[in-house]
């Protein structure tokens, strides 16, 4: 079974802190994502990478920095969490797009931040 | 811009009862198309999706989709519902042409209630 793993399911941070939320996919997929889910709102890509080492910003990248050292491994950066950032943070992984189209996503359980 | 409507935010069904879940989309081209399901407390789980080809897809769990072109819509939809589809479903395009990140964007969501 394909596998996304994010560390930490429940975190309460105060104001400032420095917040990193972890994800691990045991599958070679190239791609990995990161998405806020808000009520209403569906998901919002936050950042994605394609590499290891690449980074692209997806469409909320403010306040937000991400970090891809190892193919298996991406990591959301809350450089200084302020209480608009409460939200389920998904993570998600995939192959790199086939010619016959899109691939599938594959996501965690989500990692539920509240920031106080 | 992509976008993806679901114009119902909450619907609730008896059990045994048919079940349809609207889902329109803006794109230029052909999209990739998708449907996820997210249970309480968990990660979005694939129901099934559409690349090319017929335009009625089958998915898990009895859940089928069928891909109108000329209405822009992906609907949803299901003969007899259960209790245990109760939860959250997600409609989500894929960008047709991103040979890097295979990102998706998705609706707001519809939650979905059942009646015993």
């Known amino acids: 079974d394909v596998k996304v793993t994010q560390s930490s399911r429940y975190l309460v941070k105060r104001t400032g802190e420095k917040v990193f939320l972890e994800c691990v996919q045991d599958m070679d997929h190239e791609n990995m994502f990161w998405y806020r889910q808000d009520p209403g709102l569906g998901l919002r890509l936050i950042y994605f990478?394609?590499?290891?080492?690449?980074?692209e910003k997806g469409d909320i990248p403010e306040g937000y920095s991400v970090s891809r050292e190892k193919k298996e491994r991406f990591s959301l950066i809350l450089e200084s969490a302020s209480t608009n950032q409460t939200s389920m943070y998904l993570c998600a992984s995939s192959h790199l797009p086939t010619a016959s189209g899109a691939n599938v996503l594959t996501f965690g359980a989500g990692s539920r931040l509240t920031v106080l | 811009a992509q976008s993806v409507t679901q114009p119902d935010i909450h619907i609730t069904v008896s059990e045994g009862a048919s079940l349809e879940l609207r889902c329109n989309y803006s794109y230029g081209a052909t999209p990739y198309l998708f449907w996820y399901v997210q249970s309480p407390g968990q990660g979005l789980q694939l129901l099934l999706k559409?690349?090319?080809?017929?335009?009625l897809v089958q998915g898990i769990k009895g859940f089928e989709a069928e891909f109108k072109r000329s209405q822009s819509s992906f609907n949803l939809r299901k003969p007899s519902v259960h209790w245990s589809d109760a939860a959250e479903y997600f409609c989500a395009v894929g960008q047709h042409g991103d040979n890097q990140g295979g990102k998706l964007i998705f609706g707001q969501g519809t939650e979905l209630s059942v009646k015993p």
């Open positions: 990478s394609y590499d290891v080492k690449m980074k």
């Open positions: 559409y690349f090319s080809g017929d335009t």
